[in-house]
Nanobody, 116 residues
Framework: QVQLVESGGGLVQPGGSLRLSCAASGFTFSSYAMSWYRQAPGKERELVATIASAGGRTNYTDSMKGRFTISRDNAKNTVYLQMNSLKPEDTAVYYC?????????WGQGTQVTVSS
């Protein structure tokens, strides 16, 4: 059974940091590209960052470059998203995604709220 379980979300003040984790099971994690997406209330889901299966290549949506860092540990079947300098507009549900060819798996999401 495929599972992606996100954790690490919560309430943080503007300018603060959070580190999200996504623990994967039920598939060959090291063969899948991993991504973080987010969805704010009333908005469409958007891509935050992607990391290649071997972990070498990363891509970020422009608004997150320099503030967010995606990484993975294939030995632990876990992908991370380090988020720094958080802004109120980063408030959203953050989702973990696994992708290989035509296969996509999603986690249930973790809420991140940036507010003073």
């Amino acid at each position: 059974q495929v599972q992606l379980v996100e954790s690490g979300g919560g309430l943080v003040q503007p300018g603060g940091s959070l580190r999200l984790s996504c623990a994967a099971s039920g598939f060959t994690f090291s063969s899948y590209a991993m991504s973080w997406y987010r969805q704010a209330p009333g908005k469409e889901r958007e891509l935050v960052a992607t990391i290649a299966s071997a972990g070498g290549r990363t891509n970020y949506t422009d608004s997150m470059k320099g503030r967010f860092t995606i990484s993975r540990d294939n030995a632990k079947n876990t992908v991370y998203l380090q988020m720094n300098s958080l802004k109120p507009e980063d408030t959203a549900v953050y989702y973990c995604n696994a992708r290989r060819l035509l296969r996509h798996y999603w986690g249930q999401g973790t809420q991140v709220t940036v507010s003073s």
